[in-house]
């Protein structure tokens, strides 16, 4: 059974940065494609970035493309999310997973993020 634990949430303000990390265990992190995505207050979960098994490419949504970067550690099995100029915008709680629903395990609890204006 493969576990996923996100953090490094928190709240901030506007314009401020938060690193958001993703540890894995329990399976073979570095085959598969790895995202973040996020759900906002009163919406569904969305895509937000993510990075091949190599980690030569990332992938990100338009909301946040130029904002956060998306890092990953085969070694440590960890992912890493970069998040600069966050916005208001930005709240909500951030899960990590495979990036292919057929790949995708248990959600783990996600980490909120706050952005206060």
């Known amino acids: 059974q493969v576990y996923l634990v996100e953090s490094g949430g928190g709240l901030v303000q506007a314009g401020r940065s938060l690193n958001l990390s993703c540890a894995a265990s329990?399976?073979?992190?570095?085959?598969?494609?790895m995202a973040w995505f996020r759900q906002r207050p009163g919406k569904e979960r969305e895509f937000v970035a993510l990075?091949?098994?190599?980690?030569?490419?990332?992938v990100y949504a338009d909301s946040v493309k130029g904002r956060f970067t998306l890092s990953r550690d085969n070694n440590k099995s960890t992912l890493h999310l970069q998040m600069n100029s966050l916005k208001p915008e930005d709240t909500a709680v951030y899960y990590c997973?495979?990036?292919?629903?057929?790949?995708?395990?248990?959600w783990g609890r996600g980490t909120q993020v706050t952005v206060s204006s």
């Open positions: 997973n495979a990036h292919r629903p057929d790949d995708q395990v248990p």
């Open positions: 990075i091949t098994s190599s980690g030569l490419r990332t």
């Open positions: 329990g399976g073979t992190f570095a085959s598969y494609d």
